[in-house]
């Protein structure tokens, strides 16, 4: 199975700004999902994404955060004004049939560090 | 709720079958994985099972589920110390997955 790549793979950030962590490329796959991972706690279901919009997202995915395809393959997620607390392990998943039985592929994270 | 739960942590010696253990809440869940993390690195899937099934054994890994006590369990042959690393069961829910805490497994040589 093709690789999930994820950029950067350390972002450092002030409390506050804006951070965009991108899931790239990603081809031949129609859903797609975030989950973070707290350092010490259980990785954590974000959102998933299919066809350019949202299928479904937790109570964690408020409206500090944002998902989308800008280009057709990118897939990015974005967190407009960050907090402490959400420094976390980002992992991008990629999936074919977003049901239950979808097989996720991951890719390697993004560790988010906010000061 | 939905919820999964593991053992944080397995010893053994190199040679040695570790066998992680998970239990869950949902019966709905249509399938169940183990995924490994190895330190610094993603979330690789290792196998999964559907639930209908009761075995599946790929290589050195089997797993074995129990619906009706919704047991799931991940047993691997020979253990070797590259297979020390935290390995995650988790369970299909509607399209996203619900992970447990993790069981970090330790290989001694």
């Known amino acids: 199975e093709p690789e999930v790549t994820q950029t950067p793979s350390h972002q450092v950030t002030q409390m506050g700004q804006e951070v965009i962590l991108r899931c790239v490329p990603i081809s031949n796959h129609l859903y797609f999902y975030w989950y973070r991972q707290i350092l010490g706690q259980k990785v954590e279901f974000l959102v998933s994404?299919?066809?350019?919009?949202?299928?479904?997202k937790s109570e964690i995915f408020d409206d500090q955060f944002s998902v989308e395809r800008p280009d057709g393959s990118n897939f990015t997620l974005k967190i407009r004004s960050t907090k402490l607390e959400d420094s976390a392990m980002y992992f991008c998943?990629?999936?074919?049939?977003?049901?239950?039985?979808?097989?996720?592929?991951f890719g390697p994270g993004t560790r988010l560090t906010v000061l | 709720g939905e919820d999964v739960e593991q053992s944080l942590f397995l010893s053994v010696r190199e040679g040695d079958s570790s066998v992680i253990n998970c239990t869950y809440t949902?019966?709905?869940?249509?399938?169940l994985y183990w995924y490994k993390q190895e330190p610094g690195a993603g979330l690789q899937l290792l196998t999964y099972?559907?639930?209908?099934?009761d075995m599946k054994q790929d290589q050195r890994l089997t797993v074995l589920l129990n619906k009706k006590d919704k047991h799931l369990s991940l047993r691997i042959a020979d253990t070797q110390t590259g297979d020390s690393a935290i390995y995650f069961c988790?369970?299909?829910?509607?399209?996203?997955?619900?992970f447990g805490q993790g069981t970090e497994l330790s290989v001694k040589p």
């Open positions: 988790a369970e299909g829910q509607g399209g996203k997955l619900i």
């Open positions: 949902d019966s709905s869940s249509t399938y």
């Open positions: 099972i559907f639930s209908n099934m």
């Open positions: 994404f299919y066809n350019n919009e949202i299928s479904e």
């Open positions: 998943a990629k999936g074919t049939s977003g049901t239950g039985a979808d097989t996720q592929y």
